[in-house]
């Protein structure tokens, strides 16, 4: 087997910025997008990283996304901030909100960000994280496509729906955790398709709304919710707060208006964020050391904290670079040469 | 069989009232327990209905809740508010700092009550049904008692920490869920012991952290989060937002705080309301009946949404009155007796 190639991290960003800006998308549509996927593939979360640029292009190519948006923001100096992502990818408008969020939130003690109109491929904790490393609390959400079935129900309505969470841990990684509210994403399916293998119960039912093992019949049906009425009423909630409330499409009103999940899905999407210093003002003791001791007391019984393992993956993309396949060099200079 | 006595509403709340009055109790604090335990059952929550009375006095006879408490609101103007319960019960707390939440989130979008020094016993519904009455979507949370070990860990340390939300519905009964992050309550367990069954996999650790379905293991033991580690990751959550960043007791610290669970726990709540027709001013569709659609096409599939049983109780108990067995009447009768 070669031995993979090993970019730095400001190497990888910038071929991919690259690759963005060639597409035609402007400055902080190709920066913010590239920022994005290098941060997954740093964090060895393939799934978000160097592999979603494809998706991206072919999303540019059909006309969905608006490649010269610029992020619209609109705030009357109160905790709710909106950035109209005019079209644009969701990265963008939240670049342009977050030191606005985070602003509010510390002041105010409590504030919201919306993102509307908005072309959606992140994962959720990128986001997270620039609000935690601003010293906030932040919760996040929003819908995707209609391709899980309500807990009872037979058919696609609700989306993966992320929900992702972070709490600041001073001169530590943050708390973090960002999770689809389906069982599982629908890449694990494919992955059991292609490999041969039934699912586990409890994914997934097939189009006539039955329980299925069947990979195939699966993709062909919907999945389930994580945690059986109490995901399934999670995931409603997303649909409500970060669609209908916030005047966005929910997730069968995305699919409905693209007509396909082979481009990505255009909605909205839902940040609140929250100061410790301020909700903990005027009380006893310091609310980051009595974090600290449930932290600690968590990973004291073997448990393992979320993102332990995205932390360590960059620890080694830092000092090492980001390793790359052969494959994946060549990918690359594919998209590179268009 | 003996036919059930039926109270109205108004009857059972004057005699619920009257137990809690003569118990010591101020006005405030006794009309706001009481309002809340014939909320649960009239609405045919039994485990939150005059089954709770008992609890309620054991704790105020041990002198672990100030019966003479009045809530003392802090707000400077902003969208964080905060009542100190005084060592009162939360649900007082609740009924003073309610309207001002509700009135805040409708006029800046979106805000946050905090509870502090409270005695909580309640369910979360019936304080997400206040605010979703006023029109206002609602987030409650609050940590408990150390009982539900974290996914991958074997000892007691996170609380059943209850979620609930609440969507208005114009002209209809909300959205509303309330739940344990635990995967079922610690009552469920006691019932599997009484009843000689074994319990499912999956719910359970014994005291040295291994897996059981053994009903009197488990209750040495912990219980399990619901959802495996997204569950679990949820349940953290509430401890760091609803227990650290307000400045009040986490699960270990109540626990640790009490000594003993069989008195109720004190600590706090955090309370989020955010108003869907700030949210979604100036955007395309109303909010309301995109969230209809959404829910019309739940309940469309067959599937059941939270709280229809409630909802259901609830409409035989205004016709009929509610339901109260013999020993439930002398259990009243013997309270009342003092």
Redesign the interface.
Known sequence: MPRPTRLSIAALTEIVTGIFLRAGLNDIQARSVAATIVAGERDNCKSHGIYRIAGCLRTIEAGKVDPAAEPELQHDG???IRVNAGGGFSTAAFSVGAPVLAEQAAA?????L?I?DCTHFSALWPEIETLTEAGV?A?AMCPSYAAV???????P?LGTNP?A?G?PRPGRHP?V?D?A?SIVARGEIELHRQDGRTLPEGWAVDAE?RPTTDPHAALAGAMLP?????????S??I???A??????L?S??ALGALGSTALLPAHGELI?A?S?A????????D??A??E???D??AG????L?SERRFAARAAAMRDGIALSAEEMAMLEELRAG
Chains 1, 2 share one sequence.
């Open positions: 109160g905790p709710l105010q003690g409590i504030a919201a919306v509307n609390a919760l079935a309500p807990s009872g129900g037979t058919a309505l929900f969470f709490w708390y955790f999770f509210t709304g994580f945690g059986g009425h109490k995901g399934s009423a999670i409603t909630m649909e409500l707060l669609g209908a409330m916030i005047g966005d929910t069968p009103e609140i929250m410790p301020r909700f903990a003002a005027g009380r006893p003791g609310p980051f009595r974090a001791r449930l932290l007391a968590i019984q073997g448990a393992r979320p």
